[in-house]
């Protein structure tokens, strides 16, 4: 991992602030994760795949998501119509890495386009195809996976108008291969991960402070924006607009629609709720996506009442059966029916929505479970777990609380990571509420 002295910058401070890099650092970080996808991971994904050539086809502002992932730091955008060809030769062991294109694609993707002598840009890629005369060759198309479904209509009918009979039986979707290059992590990305999501709780600790949070007079709204500043100050960014919320005696448990798309907006938080935010931030080109709680202690207390810590250990419990359930090669469905089963059968009201989180926050791979589809997701849940993947495990259970005459709803997410044959959080989880103000 040469060059990884760059990454450990990023825990030189406790302080927040401190643990982001500054730009030309951060491009830097990226070019050399980016170096080590395309030459040591790339090829393998392609064998494993079947795939001996893939072409990516994008123009400018309306990039296919996977070409977006392998443009270098520099590159913010496409440039004009940017070709990507990758040739996996496995008997030389070896791996071409082409544009076709006016200009170099950072260090790692030659130019291999002379417009003067060849003004058709679409002769100059079939040119190439006829050279290394590939077996299979697949493009970004794809029903059930939309982050891998880049190849617009337009594109797609140019590039099979020019390609001989042939070379159009070869074609076939890249959806596996394609699949594999946006979920796969490699080293490199999982130390970066682990600091990642430290951030990001480091951010939901400050927030669920009384730094932030004045019980009887910051609303719920109030601590939303400060996470959308807070983020911007720092120089990152979230991939979804946050959100928290309130649960608490007196008010009833509201639907999952409400609870996911229609929360009430700018609720005063007070002593006694148990408030629950969900939050993730995007950077050195990875996302996280994270939701915890938090309990506002009344005057007289000095923890969260028991019958909260109990609901919360609850919540950790289906963490524990969802996640012992991994198996590479597994489907999304079938490791969803079997925790809910399992959950279910230990007297637990679970449900299980998790995805897929890397280089997207929705990202591809495996879906295991929606909120609003628990007995299996057609098609993406059908997808199986492959080894070095990271997801988002994301679930809640619904507890009856007597004290409160109502039920409520523990809601958690972590980033966890599927490696060879086990599982473990990124950077651990939330094993107890937080209090505010802070109870050691």
Same mark, same amino acid.
């Given at each position: 991992?040469?060059?990884?002295?760059?990454?450990?910058?990023?825990?030189?401070?406790?302080?927040?602030?401190?643990?982001? #890099?500054?730009?030309?650092?951060?491009?830097?970080?990226?070019? !050399?994760?980016?170096?080590?996808?395309?030459?040591?991971? #790339?090829?393998? #994904? !392609?064998?494993?795949?079947?795939?001996?050539?893939?072409?990516?086809?994008?123009?400018?502002?309306?990039?296919?998501?996977?070409?977006?992932?392998?443009?270098?730091?520099?590159?913010?955008?496409?440039?004009?119509?940017?070709?990507?060809?990758?040739?996996?030769?496995?008997?030389?062991?070896?791996?071409?890495?082409?544009?076709?294109?006016? $200009?170099?694609?950072?260090?790692?993707?030659?130019?291999?386009?002379?417009?003067?002598?060849?003004?058709?840009?679409?002769?100059?890629?079939?040119?190439?195809?006829?050279?290394?005369?590939?077996?299979?060759?697949?493009?970004?198309?794809?029903?059930?996976?939309?982050?891998?479904?880049?190849?617009?209509?337009?594109?797609?009918?140019?590039?099979?108008?020019?390609?001989?009979?042939?070379?159009?039986?070869?074609?076939?979707?890249?959806?596996?291969?394609?699949?594999?290059?946006?979920?796969?992590?490699?080293?490199?990305?999982?130390?970066?991960?682990?600091?990642?999501?430290?951030?990001?709780?480091?951010?939901?600790?400050?927030?669920?402070?009384?730094?932030?949070?004045?019980?009887?007079?910051?609303?719920?709204? %109030?601590?939303?924006?400060?996470?959308?500043?807070?983020?911007?100050?720092?120089?990152?960014?979230?991939?979804?607009?946050?959100?928290?919320?309130?649960?608490?005696?007196?008010?009833?448990?509201?639907?999952?629609?409400?609870?996911?798309?229609?929360?009430?907006? %700018?609720?005063?938080?007070?002593?006694?709720?148990?408030?629950?935010? %969900?939050?993730?931030?995007?950077?050195?080109?990875?996302?996280?996506?994270?939701?915890?709680?938090?309990?506002?202690?009344?005057?007289?207390?000095?923890?969260?009442?028991?019958?909260?810590?109990?609901?919360?250990?609850?919540?950790?419990?289906?963490?524990?059966?969802?996640?012992?359930?991994?198996?590479?090669?597994?489907?999304?469905?079938?490791?969803?029916?079997?925790?809910?089963?399992?959950?279910?059968?230990?007297? #637990?009201?679970?449900?299980?929505?998790?995805?897929?989180?890397?280089?997207?926050?929705?990202?591809?791979?495996?879906?295991?479970? !929606?909120?609003?589809?628990?007995?299996?997701?057609?098609?993406?849940?059908?997808?199986?777990? $492959?080894?070095?993947?990271?997801?988002?495990?994301?679930?809640?259970?619904?507890?009856?609380?007597?004290?409160?005459?109502? %039920?409520?709803?523990?809601?958690?997410?972590?980033?966890?990571?599927?490696?060879?044959?086990?599982?473990?959080?990124?950077?651990?989880?939330?094993?107890?509420?937080?209090?505010?103000?802070?109870?050691?």
């Amino acid at each position: 991992m040469k060059n990884f002295s760059i990454i450990v910058l990023l825990f030189l401070s406790t302080h927040i602030q401190s643990q982001i #890099l500054p730009v030309k650092e951060r491009a830097a970080v990226i070019d !050399m994760v980016l170096e080590e996808r395309l030459n040591n991971l #790339l090829p393998k #994904l !392609m064998d494993r795949t079947g795939f001996d050539m893939w072409i990516l086809i994008s123009r400018e502002y309306n990039e296919d998501p996977v070409l977006k992932t392998m443009l270098p730091s520099t590159w913010l955008n496409a440039r004009r119509r940017t070709i990507l060809v990758f040739y996996r030769n496995k008997e030389k062991n070896s791996i071409e890495k082409l544009a076709v294109a006016r $200009y170099n694609v950072g260090k790692q993707i030659d130019s291999a386009w002379d417009k003067e002598k060849n003004p058709d840009q679409w002769k100059a890629l079939l040119e190439i195809i006829k050279k290394r005369n590939p077996k299979t060759i697949g493009i970004n198309f794809s029903k059930d996976f939309g982050i891998v479904d880049g190849i617009v209509k337009t594109d797609y009918e140019a590039f099979m108008s020019v390609l001989p009979q042939e070379y159009q039986s070869r074609v076939t979707s890249a959806e596996k291969l394609a699949i594999a290059w946006v979920e796969t992590r490699t080293a490199q990305e999982m130390e970066i991960y682990s600091q990642l999501v430290q951030v990001t709780h480091d951010i939901i600790a400050e927030a669920f402070s009384t730094k932030v949070i004045k019980p009887g007079t910051t609303t719920t709204d %109030d601590v939303v924006w400060w996470l959308r500043q807070k983020v911007i100050d720092m120089g990152v960014k979230t991939w979804f607009h946050p959100t928290v919320d309130i649960q608490r005696s007196g008010e009833a448990l509201q639907s999952h629609i409400v609870s996911f798309s229609d929360r009430p907006k %700018d609720k005063i938080i007070r002593p006694g709720d148990l408030i629950h935010c %969900d939050f993730g931030i995007t950077y050195l080109r990875l996302n996280t996506d994270c939701q915890q709680h938090a309990y506002i202690l009344k005057n007289n207390e000095t923890a969260p009442p028991e019958f909260l810590t109990k609901a919360f250990a609850d919540g950790n419990r289906v963490q524990d059966i969802f996640t012992s359930n991994f198996e590479t090669g597994k489907t999304g469905n079938e490791i969803l029916l079997k925790s809910l089963q399992q959950g279910k059968e230990e007297g #637990l009201k679970p449900s299980i929505y998790t995805h897929p989180l890397g280089l997207y926050g929705h990202s591809a791979g495996p879906t295991i479970g !929606m909120w609003d589809a628990q007995n299996g997701v057609e098609g993406a849940g059908d997808y199986p777990l $492959y080894q070095n993947t990271v997801y988002a495990i994301e679930l809640n259970t619904t507890v009856s609380i007597p004290e409160w005459k109502k %039920d409520i709803r523990i809601m958690l997410e972590e980033a966890g990571f599927w490696g060879e044959g086990t599982f473990r959080y990124v950077n651990e989880r939330q094993t107890k509420l937080i209090t505010i103000p802070k109870r050691d």
